[in-house]
């Protein structure tokens, strides 16, 4: 049991160390989009929620959140206050729901792609199907919470940082979904079935607590 334990903890750093370094790693983790930045640091959760758990998962991203808010931070873009209490532009500030933002959607990147496989595999005993679906729902997990929140709590902050007419701004976010989080989604789900199929092959079998 402690050798096992002992197991998790290190490849639980090995998944922090992907996180980190993706993060510092410019136009890789974070890619900048002018007022905004894509990403791929879900990547790593979703394959860490998948062979490590859930608990281990939302952990890791915690740690997800964490960079994005030391990058917004540090490193703002125009809408930088969504994801940062500690940013302003202006009239523009975030506050405790940029916390919310950053943190609450990226930990249950960590969580939902568990679940989704432990699901699916009971549906299904298909890996392939199971862990493609679990990568597609952990990354719409992280965009649909987060341009959710961003609208429902800096609605008209963002809309005016955007300079778009607040009645317009929800068909703004759905753009965002269809261009970028589906796309975002298709190569997480690809992604998550190679990486993890790889890593099967030498670490046995994922956690399904």
């Not at 933002?101 to 699916?120: A, E, T, W």
């Amino acid at each position: 049991m402690k050798n096992i334990k002992t197991n998790d903890l290190v490849k639980l750093s090995f998944f922090v160390a992907i996180i980190v370094l993706l993060a510092v790693t410019p136009f890789l983790g974070y890619i900048p989009l002018g007022f905004t930045r894509a990403t791929i640091i879900h990547i790593p959760v979703i394959i860490g929620s998948i062979m490590l758990g859930p608990f281990y998962g939302a952990f890791l991203g915690f740690v997800f959140g964490l960079t994005s808010l030391i990058n917004n931070t540090f490193n703002p873009t125009v809408t930088s206050f969504v994801f940062t209490p500690f940013y302003s532009l202006g009239t523009y500030s975030g506050n405790f729901w940029s916390l919310v933002i950053c943190f609450v959607p990226r930990i249950l990147v960590g969580v939902v792609p568990h679940y989704v496989y432990k699901g699916m595999k009971k549906i299904k005993n298909n890996d392939v199907l199971a862990l493609g679906l679990a990568g597609v729902a952990g990354s719409l997990t992280n965009t649909l919470l987060v341009m959710n929140f961003i609208y429902l709590f800096f609605g008209q902050s963002y809309a005016e940082a955007k300079n778009v007419a607040v009645s317009t701004l929800y068909g703004v976010i759905l753009s965002v979904i269809a261009i970028n989080g589906l796309p975002e989604a298709i190569v997480a789900g690809i992604l998550t079935v190679a990486i993890c199929k790889a890593l099967l092959r030498y670490t046995g079998k994922p956690a399904l607590q």
